[in-house]
C-alpha cells in the first residue's frame, strides 16, 4: 500500500508562495505519476498540475501556469509543488496524488489511485 503525506500549507496573503511537500512510501516510486489536487468550493475533479514519473513530463491547469511549478526527487520519494503569486482564488485543501501503469494520468480527471489527506492552503486578499 502507497502512503503519502502532504505538508507544506498554512495561512498567507495574496502575492505570498508557498511550497507544498508530498512524502510517498515505497520502493518504486519512480514508477507512479504524481499530481496535485485542490478540494474546496468550486474546485471539483481536476489536478492543478501533474508530474510523469520520471519527472520529464509536465501538465499545468491553465490557471496556475506561470504560478506554479510541480517537481519530484525520485531519490527521496518526495513531490513538491512550489506555489508563487498566491491569490485568494488558490484558497483549498490540496490534496497530493498517485497514479500508477497508466497513460491516463496526464488527464486533469482521471481518478489517481493513492492520496494523501491534505494540507490546507488559505490566501487571504
Known amino acids: 500500500q502507497v502512503q503519502l503525506v502532504e505538508s507544506g500549507g498554512g495561512l498567507v496573503q495574496a502575492g505570498d508562495s508557498v511550497r507544498l511537500s508530498c512524502a510517498v512510501s515505497?520502493?518504486?516510486?519512480?514508477?507512479?505519476?504524481m499530481a496535485w489536487f485542490p478540494r474546496g468550493p468550486g474546485k471539483e475533479g481536476e489536478f492543478v498540475a501533474a508530474?510523469?514519473?520520471?519527472?520529464?513530463?509536465?501538465y499545468y491547469k491553465d490557471s496556475v501556469k506561470g504560478r506554479f511549478t510541480i517537481s519530484r526527487d525520485n531519490d527521496k520519494n518526495m513531490v513538491y509543488l512550489q506555489m508563487n503569486k498566491l491569490k485568494p482564488e488558490d484558497t483549498a485543501v490540496y490534496y497530493c496524488?498517485?497514479?500508477?501503469?497508466?497513460?491516463?494520468?496526464?488527464?486533469?480527471?482521471?481518478?489517481?489511485?493513492?492520496w494523501g489527506q491534505g494540507t490546507q492552503v488559505t490566501v487571504s486578499s
Open positions: 515505497g520502493r518504486t516510486f519512480g514508477s507512479y505519476a
Open positions: 496524488a498517485a497514479a500508477q501503469g497508466t497513460k491516463a494520468w496526464a488527464d486533469p480527471s482521471y481518478k489517481y489511485d493513492f
Open positions: 508530474i510523469s514519473g520520471s519527472g520529464g513530463v509536465t
